[in-house]
């Protein structure tokens, strides 16, 4: 049986709550990721910053704000202000096909991969995307 560490991505980026809302949206945009585990020092999971939440944390286009007075104000907002908390971990050996389902049946695109408090990993939809292609180009006959 498949376990949620099969799939996962263990090489995570992260950051601390002190971080700012800039350091998170630069970080989204270079390594073009939609979801961020925060965490402590230690590598304790604390919470998550997603893409959804950077932009309900941004002044509005309609606002006429310039993309340098976004990033003044970005760099003045901690992690901690907007980062989500109560968030759905699951551990490593969880089989994949219940992740599979909490992400389906919850909606959320992500599920922060956390055992003894400490974040391991992180599974996302896009790792399910991946799995399905795999799968389907496993099941297609070869040509002979």
């Avoid at 949206?25 to 020092?41: D, F, K, S, T, Y």
């Avoid at 219940?98 to 400490?118: E, F, M, Q, T, W």
Wanted: charge should be negative; aromatic fraction near 2%; hydrophobic fraction near 45%.
């Amino acid at each position: 049986m498949l376990k949620v560490t099969d799939l996962m991505t263990a090489e995570v980026f992260t950051l601390g709550a002190e971080d700012t809302l800039q350091s998170a949206r630069q970080l989204m945009l270079l390594q073009r990721i939609r979801h961020v585990p925060i965490v402590e020092a230690s590598g304790d999971f604390i919470g998550l910053l997603t893409h959804r939440d950077l932009l309900s944390a941004t002044i509005s286009k309609l606002a006429e704000v310039d993309p340098e007075t976004q990033e003044e104000i970005d760099s003045g907002i901690p992690i901690k202000e907007i980062m989500r908390t109560d968030v759905v971990v699951v551990g490593s050996n969880l089989p994949l096909r219940d992740a599979a389902s909490i992400l389906l049946n919850h909606k959320y695109g992500c599920l922060p991969v956390v055992d003894a408090g400490r974040l391991v990993g992180i599974i996302t939809e896009a790792d399910f995307l991946k799995l399905t292609i795999s799968l389907m180009d496993a099941l297609e006959p070869s040509d002979m």
